[in-house]
């Protein structure tokens, strides 16, 4: 099984950037596909983007495409969400997961990270 950790968040004014990591260990961390969501206060957990194991084909959600990046380095095992032109309406807690597929659903996905928070405010 892997084992996921979240890294990189916290405050940012709106348009400003933040980059968010999520370091897997404990698996073939190449073999998976990762996916990203969040979760604002009082809201259900949403779709933001996945990339396939290859690395190839990601997928964004309307909201935030454009603006977020995701990429991948199989060789450090770790995964990276690049975020610019963040909006207040971005602030949430932001997971990171794995699974053998890159889906869209949170119910997909078996690992989990434990969030990392990004609030954007003046």
């Known amino acids: 099984q892997v084992q996921l950790v979240e890294s990189g968040g916290g405050w940012v004014q709106p348009g400003g950037s933040l980059r968010l990591e999520c370091a897997a260990s404990g698996g073939t961390f190449s073999s998976y596909a990762m996916g990203w969501f969040r979760q604002g206060a009082g809201k259900e957990r949403e779709f933001v983007a996945t990339i396939p194991a290859t690395g190839k084909a990601t997928h964004y959600a309307n909201s935030v495409l454009g603006r977020f990046t995701l990429s991948r380095d199989n060789g450090k095992n770790t995964g990276y969400l690049q975020m610019n032109s963040l909006k207040p309406e971005d602030t949430a807690v932001y997971y990171c997961?794995?699974?053998?597929?890159?889906?869209?659903?949170?119910?997909?996905?078996?690992?989990w990270g434990q969030g990392a928070q990004v609030t954007v405010s003046s």
């Open positions: 997961a794995a699974d053998s597929r890159a889906m869209t659903s949170p119910d997909e996905y078996d690992f």
